[in-house]
């Protein structure tokens, strides 16, 4: 199925899986924050901790099915079509975003296989994806740490862009992706 229609446009199912994605991610950074409101080894930290970890895994299965709308059919044009540099821009950019969406629960997934705590999805306890090892499980929460703390900019920038695309250069980019008003 095509991502795109021919009104210069994302698909719906693309519109609608990347705005979900945008409510999921600031889900699981709520998440993660939230917990710092309860001392820790609490049971209310511990239940927002774990629901981190499973919005996380969700994040991972829907940029899976993203990458693979993505792959089906070219985006809708920019109109007017964006210079070289905006090209190149936008293309590392995405390139960090879906690095970012992919990277973190796999990170995530792997910090509590190497220290060897059980992986929580909505009822099901998932696979470890490697044996306990503490000194990797230190290494992988830090770098999951710092990533995440990244990945403030890497979406703020992603939505500045936007904003400036449409009311600067005033050309098409926000609008193949805002929902359609009917």
Known sequence: ???????????????????????????????????????????PRENIKALHFMLGLCVLALVILRVALRFSAPAPRIEP????????????MHAALYGFMLGMPL??????????????????????????DLQFAA?????????????????????AAALFHHHVIKDNTLRRMLPSRG
């Open 1 to 43: 199925m095509p991502s795109t229609t021919a009104t210069g446009r994302y698909r719906t199912s693309s519109i609608a899986l990347h705005w979900a994605m945008l409510l999921l991610l600031v889900a699981v950074y709520a998440s993660i924050e939230l917990r710092e409101l309860f001392p820790k080894g609490s049971d």
């Open 81 to 92: 079509a964006p210079s070289r540099v905006q090209q190149l821009m936008s293309t590392l």
């Open 107 to 132: 990170a995530g997934w792997l910090y509590l296989s190497a220290k060897g705590s059980p992986v929580p999805f909505f009822g099901l306890e998932l696979p470890a994806l490697m044996g306990k």
């Open 139 to 159: 290494r992988i929460k830090e770098w999951h740490e710092t990533v995440g703390e990244a990945g403030y900019w890497v979406i703020g920038l992603h939505a």
